[in-house]
Every structure is written in C-alpha cells, then in structure tokens.
C-alpha cells in the first residue's frame, strides 16, 4: 500500500525522470554541423527542392503541400516526382507526432531516388525529424504534457537511429 507521503516521493522521482529525458530531447535536436546543400556545382532541380521541402519549410506548410499533392493538386514539376507515401509513425502511432513522421518518411523515400546517399544524409533527415517533434512538443502547453510529449519525441528518435539503416538509401 502506498502512503500519501510516498506518493508524493513518487511523483518527485517520476518528474525528475521525465525532466532529464526532456533534456536529452533539446540537446539530441541541437543544431548540428550539415554539409552543404549543394553536391555539385549545378545541383539539380529534384535535390534542391526536397533539400528545401526537408530542411528549409515549416513542418505545416510541409503537411500542406504533401497533402495537396495526395489529393491531387499539386502534380507539376518538380513536385510530381516525388514519393510523398507514408506509414505513418510505423509501429509507434502518435497523433500528434504523425506530420514528423511523414516528413521524416519523405526524407527516406526521396533520398533514394537521388544521386548520394550517405549515413550524413541520413543524420540529416533524423535530425530534422527530431527537431520536428520537439517543435511539436514545444506547442503543447503545460509542463506535463510538454515533458511527455519530449520523452515519446527521444525514443522515436532513438528508434530511428538504432533501426532506421535499413529503409534508408535501400537500393
């Protein structure tokens, strides 16, 4: 049985845990050094707009254009050669994390299709998905639900870090 002085001790422990993983989240998403944009001196139409789509749009406009796109209305170039499929967030369903996974999502799929694939470019795109949703985590409000929210945001990333080398640049 646990006595009302205990549960406060409890509920101390838990807040602390939660603040140092919401912590680890802000210096996880820090900035770090990219590589340059441009791979050659000519970079090519598709690379520099899925470089801007990724690393240089606000997640919202992101969601806005790839869902005008699902819906059909945004298939001109260069826009219809992308992969803008999604699984969502895999295994791990978060709502309100969700429009980070399909950017992250798009990330993967399109780096593919290009010329250079590297474990930087990788960390790129990981990075960026973890930037997205401590971006996410930053709107939602009181203390609680912000440390949470963080928490869910460390191990999505930590996830794709650990297990994310297979799906991408897979060809």
Not at 34 to 42: D, G
Not at 66 to 80: M, Q, T
Not at 82 to 105: F, M, T, V
Not at 106 to 117: E, S, T, V
Request: glycine share 6%; aromatic share 12%; proline share 4%.
């Amino acid at each position: 049985m646990v006595l009302p002085f205990q549960f406060v001790y409890l509920a101390a422990a838990l807040a602390l845990v939660l603040l140092v993983m919401s912590a680890v989240a802000s210096s996880q998403c820090s900035a770090v050094h990219e590589p340059s944009l441009n791979r050659t001196s000519y970079p090519s139409t598709f690379e520099n707009t899925r470089e801007n789509l990724l690393f240089h749009t606000n997640l919202s406009d992101f969601i806005r254009i790839r869902d005008s796109h699902s819906k059909g209305h945004c298939k001109h170039f260069p826009y219809d050669l992308y992969d803008w499929s999604s699984n969502g967030c895999s295994y791990a369903p978060s709502k309100k994390l969700e429009p980070c996974c399909h950017r992250h999502d798009f990330g993967y799929r399109n780096y593919q299709k290009a010329q250079g694939c590297t474990n930087d470019d990788r960390k790129k795109v990981d990075k960026q998905f973890c930037r997205d949703m401590v971006g996410v985590c930053e709107k939602k409000g009181w203390f609680g639900s912000l440390v949470f929210c963080r928490a869910k945001a460390v191990v999505y990333y930590t996830g794709v870090r650990l297990g994310g080398k297979t799906s991408f640049c897979t060809k």
